[in-house]
């Protein structure tokens, strides 16, 4: 493996340059904290981690294995929301990567830091996060992206970005429908991003990805690709995306998944060796957000009448793994 290429620190404050908060540092946060610094050096990135304890024991900086295999190490400022609170910090721009369950607490938390003209862009999988937290800041320059890549952390700050795909970014408020500029000020070459108009479509496409794909790498324990090289995964994964399909075609809010599984296995195609979220939280003896895949789409599926016995299945089985 090649040693790591070092970004420069960071430049000091400059008016004309944006500055980045990035809220949350698991394997998302690092991988787009780094891309974001080598896409334009003289910006600044500053990361927002859980506490001063977690402030204290950062290290300094974020290892990333690029999909090239070549490393990036690359120095980040980190700051808390207690400090920012404290000292009235005003934040510009807010990439959100923590979980989907932190997302409302963690914008509740920093609000006084935040103005309408605040860009704020969620990366997070699911749906209901992203109608919650349009609630929570409705005047506000809220913007969402769903994306392709795969990123999973060797530990923590040490990130492998596993898969390259695209991203899809759009706007979740009239104020932020004003702005399609933001996407000159993220990596949009090497991330592959494009603005859609119509992001919910996107999401909700994104969310049936992840509701065919986390729960199952869990139940088989195994990468992503690896669902398409055992036989009874793939016959497990081919009915599922039926059962999806079927409910996103019947639930009055959805947006229908026509030929889901011929998108889901591009998708583990693209990120073969890519170690589900999903996957990560439960080897780690951590929450998973399994509740906003498969466990919100039975809750829409369930409060309607509609059956969705696999789904509940693979609900059921994920949660069971942290009781064990």
Same mark, same amino acid.
């Given at each position: ?120 862009? @969620? ?6 996060? *992203?109608? #919650? =937290?349009?609630? /929570? ?6 913007? %969402? &992206? ?39 000020? @993220? ?6 991003? *494009?603005? #859609? =108009?119509?992001? /919910? ?6 969310? %049936? &990805? ?61 990120? %073969? ?52």
């Amino acid at each position: 493996m090649s040693p790591p290429v070092h970004i420069p620190p960071q430049p000091a404050a400059n008016p004309g340059q944006p500055h980045w908060h990035i809220l949350g540092a698991g394997a998302m946060g690092c991988l787009w904290a780094s891309i974001m610094q080598q896409h334009a050096p003289s910006q600044r990135t500053t990361l927002i981690l859980r506490d001063r304890q977690a402030v204290t024991d950062y290290p300094g900086a974020i290892e990333l294995q690029q999909a090239d295999g070549s490393m990036l190490r690359t120095r980040f400022p980190a700051t808390c929301p207690d400090e920012l609170i404290v000292t009235g910090t005003g934040i510009d721009n807010l990439l959100v990567t923590c979980k989907a369950a932190d997302v409302v607490s963690g914008l509740s938390l920093l609000k006084s830091n935040l103005a309408p003209s605040t860009r704020i862009v @969620l990366l997070q999988n699911g749906l209901r996060t *992203h109608l #919650q =937290a349009r609630e /929570l800041l409705p005047d506000f320059s809220l913007y %969402a &992206i769903s994306l392709k890549h795969g990123a999973w952390l060797r530990r923590a700050y040490r990130a492998v970005h596993a898969g390259i795909g695209e991203c899809w970014l759009g706007a979740l408020t009239s104020r932020a429908r004003k702005d399609p500029g933001i996407v000159d000020h @993220l990596p949009s070459r090497t991330m592959n991003i *494009h603005w #859609q =108009a119509q992001i /919910l479509p996107r999401l909700w496409r994104k969310f %049936a &990805i992840n509701c065919a794909i986390n729960g199952l790498t869990v139940i088989y324990d195994c990468r992503n690709g690896q669902l398409l090289d055992r036989r009874d995964a793939q016959q497990h994964l081919r009915s599922v995306c039926a059962e999806i399909e079927n409910l996103l075609t019947n639930l009055p809010q959805a947006y229908p998944a026509p030929d889901l599984l011929a998108e889901v296995t591009q998708v583990l195609q693209l990120t %073969a060796a890519n170690i589900s979220s999903t996957l990560q939280d439960v080897r780690r003896g951590r929450q998973t957000e399994i509740a906003e895949f498969n466990g919100y789409l039975c809750e829409l599926a369930e409060s309607v009448g509609l059956p969705c016995p696999l789904n509940r299945s693979i609900f059921e089985q994920v949660t069971a793994q942290l009781s064990c």
